[in-house]
């Protein structure tokens, strides 16, 4: 991360980047984690604040305010920039922010959604031949580098994007569609997210539903998604909403029907 930083001339202040196996903090770029990183942008009068995860696959960005805005947005800023100048497919995973379908549309660009999972994101990309894609956890997809999610090409293109707009990285945030995305669990076997899935079907007959990778049940702005996890035995449960208090809403709706059907 530092070394292509100044490579591509940026001034470069680290954190935690001794290479010894103990972290400075819980090591998932969450906003709860990243304290340190928010202050130091701050305090050094930085433009931006990367942080990545241990395998660098995922970034999550701090805007000059010492703002953090998340890893949603990586894959957001990252596609504005590059659908502008490069018209072509763009896929994400069926749990993306859907602020990524709104940058495909604000650049006339095909959108796709694939199942949850970077193999499931790049078969996608192959088949439908995409210029980008990735996944709403902050990891960005470029084929032209290489099938997996790599938090170095994202880094890249955030900056790129910066310099090639001429504005600092709270304006450039500002000016994307906002969405508030909600994340819960409930520990369960895989075995009932099928039951989950009809009982949130019955519940919000109103909304267009897709099935496959659990169930994802969509209005005009704002949607939820049900699914087993493909590594733990839980269920989560996402929703996201242009205003806080109604993704909060939905997401306490969905996991009121969810527990009731699984218990």
């Known amino acids: 991360g530092p070394q292509l930083l100044q490579a591509l001339g940026c001034e470069v202040v680290v954190l935690g980047g001794t290479p010894d196996g103990r972290f400075e903090h819980i090591p998932e770029p969450v906003e709860k984690n990243l304290g340190d990183l928010c202050q130091a942008v701050v305090k050094h009068s930085a433009d931006a604040g990367f942080a990545q995860d241990p395998d660098a696959d995922r970034l999550a960005i701090v805007d000059e305010t010492g703002r ?3 890893e949603e947005l990586t894959l957001a800023l990252a596609a504005d920039f590059v659908l502008e100048k490069l018209k072509g497919p763009f896929v994400v995973n069926g749990s993306t922010s859907r602020v990524t379908a709104d940058i495909a549309a604000k650049h006339g660009c095909q959108f796709h959604r694939s199942y949850v999972g970077e193999a499931h994101v790049c078969a ?3 088949s439908v031949q995409a210029v980008l894609g990735g996944e709403g956890n902050g990891g960005v997809i470029e084929p032209r580098i290489g099938y997996v ?3 170095l090409v994202s880094m890249a293109y955030v900056l790129a994007g910066l310099a090639a707009g001429k504005r600092r ?3 450039w945030a500002d000016s ?4 508030t995305i909600v994340k819960d669990r ?3 076997p895989a075995s009932k997210t099928e039951v989950a899935c009809a009982a949130l079907r019955n519940a919000f007959p109103d909304a267009e539903a897709r099935e496959g990778d659990g169930l994802r049940l969509d209005w005009n702005d704002r ?3 049900v699914r087993a996890s493909n590594t733990e035995p839980i269920i989560r449960i996402i929703a996201e909403a242009p205003e806080t208090a ?7 709706q969905a996991m009121q029907v969810v527990r009731k059907a699984v218990s």
Not at 246 to 252: E, F, P, Q
């Open 68 to 70: 953090y805005i998340g």
């Open 186 to 188: 409930i520990e369960c």
């Open 176 to 179: 994307l569609p906002f969405y």
């Open 124 to 126: 996608k990309m192959r």
């Open 149 to 151: 999610r790599d938090s």
């Open 246 to 252: 109604d993704a909060v809403s939905l997401i306490d």
């Open 169 to 171: 990285l709270s304006q």
């Open 223 to 225: 949607w939820v998604q």
